[in-house]
Structures are given as C-alpha cells and as structure tokens.
C-alpha cells in the first residue's frame, strides 16, 4: 500500500470505519460500508449505488488538510483552514452517500486534535497559544467560539499547548498538556458558566496524558500520564488511593485521615498534629 493512501485521522461514527486526510487527498474522508469496516467501495459490482456503501467526500476547501476527527452526534472534523462537521441532509436521519454534506463551522485553523464535552468542544489553536471552547446551538444551527485560556493568559503563549484530553467523572475536567511538559487542569461546568484553573505540580516532565474512560469499578474516570524522570518514563495514574479501585472522595487542601481513632482516649495519651497550609 503506497504511503499517499494513509491517513492522518480514523474514528468510528454510525457503524463504519472513517479515514481522512491522506497524503494524496487531505481534503478527503472516506467512509466504510456499514458494518464492514474493511470495505470502501463506493459502489456495488453492476454499479448501483446503496445508502449502506462507502463514501468519498472532499471538504470544498481544497487547502482544507484534515488533521483529526472526532465522533458525537455529528462527525467533527479539524483542518488547517478550520472546523467542519459532517452531517446528513434536513430531510434524512443517517449519513449516506446520497444525503452526506460537509459545512464550515469556524475558520480558525486546529491541526491539534480537540475534546468534546458535551455540546462543547475544547481545541488548540494551530499556534497552541490559546484553547477555543466551540460551542454550537441546535436551535440555530450555528455556534461561538471563545478562547478559554485567557483566564490565565499568557500561559500558552510562554508555554505552547501540546495535548488536551478530558475526563468527564466525577467532575468535568480539561487537562492541558504543554510543550515544555507541564500540566494544567480546568474544571468546566458549561450550565453554570464555570472555568476554573490550575496548575499540577509533578516530579519530573510529563511526556503524555491520556484518559480511561469508566476505568475504575464505579464507572469513574481514570486520568494517566506518562512522566520522564532521568533517562526513564514512568506510567502513573492520578487521583487513586494506594491499591484501591475507586477514585477517593477525600478532597481538601490538608488533612489526614486517622483509623480506628479511640474518641473516648485519655487527652494526655493522644498526639497533636499540626498542618500548615499556604493560601
């Protein structure tokens, strides 16, 4: 297989297999058959056409090259010249070769693949100095997009983005990866209009985050990152309790948390521990 046939982006969206943006067509996204994900004939053998077959559909942009995708009720695609979402016709409830069509959502460029979090979707711009809340309204079919990260400007524009992933329990969260491999946080609540920041202190660069979705046994998100320390990478999981399976509901600044406490022992006979906290 020649290497111009690759493709720079795949996902699964309505029971078919989807590439798009190869070397020779990076404008281009190409569905599978339904339910044959290694079958993308756009045609059957006496060349009629089904709703079922695969598709071929070039964003009218040629400069257009698809860098990533990402499935929800709509296929979100991400450009160089912008954001687009594929979706079937007004009159149709599936994407077929017939009813498929490609519009342009917003113009800014995002080669960095973004999250969606609910009707929402975090991405990088293409210079990583900012992160766009794209929000679109099905009652108007159109959206807004909104730089998130100038709560804390100039961050990215010191520290360029990297990586954005999100966690969506227990609590909607925004993690940012930069270049120089520091780590940030954003608690997003959208119904409350809510964005709240802050930075993660690691020992070591964190090379890589991820998320595992449902990955505890209470259906909780587990959040991982790959941290370099020395010559060595490690693999570690945050917000998880030494050998437990669910994440902990012990969140405060400082505490300690004390077992088999004897509340009815003799005053001189307990210990006295101070915390200090800087606020």
């Known amino acids: 297989c020649s290497s111009d046939l690759y493709p720079s ?13 190869t070397n020779a067509n990076p ?9 044959d994900e290694e079958d993308f004939a756009p045609t059957q053998d006496d060349k009629t056409v089904l709703d079922t077959d ?4 070039g964003i009218s942009n040629v400069n ?21 979402r ?10 077929s070769p017939r009813t498929v069509r490609i519009e342009l959502l917003d113009e800014i460029g995002c080669d960095k693949a973004g999250v969606l979090a609910g009707t929402s979707l975090f991405f990088p711009n ?12 099905a009652d108007i079919q159109s959206g807004t997009t909104d730089d998130v990260a100038k709560f804390i400007y100039p961050t990215f524009v010191k520290d360029k983005i990297k990586k954005v992933e999100f966690q969506n329990n227990p609590q909607p969260r925004v993690w940012v990866l930069t270049e120089s491999g520091l780590l940030y946080v954003m608690t997003y609540h959208r119904q409350e209009n809510f964005y709240a920041w802050s ?28 941290v370099k320390r020395g010559s060595r990478h490690y693999q570690e999981r945050l917000f998880s309790e030494v050998d437990s399976a669910t994440e902990p509901t012990f969140y405060l600044d400082n505490a ?18 101070r915390l200090n906290s800087s606020h």
Request: proline share 1%; glycine share 8%; hydrophobic share 40%.
């Open 256 to 273: 300690i948390k004390v077992l088999n406490f004897d509340i009815g022992a003799h005053h001189a006979d307990r210990k006295s521990t």
């Open 54 to 57: 695969g598709i071929s559909y």
């Open 86 to 95: 594929l979706v079937p016709n007004q009159y149709s409830a599936a994407v």
């Open 27 to 35: 404008n281009f996204i190409f569905f599978s058959k339904i339910n």
């Open 126 to 137: 293409d210079s990583g100095t900012e992160l766009l809340e794209f929000k679109f309204d």
């Open 64 to 84: 257009a090259a698809i860098s990533w995708i990402s499935a929800s009720t709509d296929l979100i695609i991400g450009t160089s010249q912008g954001l687009f």
């Open 199 to 226: 930075k993660q202190e690691t020992n070591g660069t964190v090379a890589d985050i991820t998320v595992l979705r449902k990955g505890y046994d209470s259906d909780i998100d587990q959040f991982w990152i790959t």
């Open 9 to 21: 982006a795949v996902a699964r969206y309505e029971q078919r297999r989807v590439y798009g943006g």
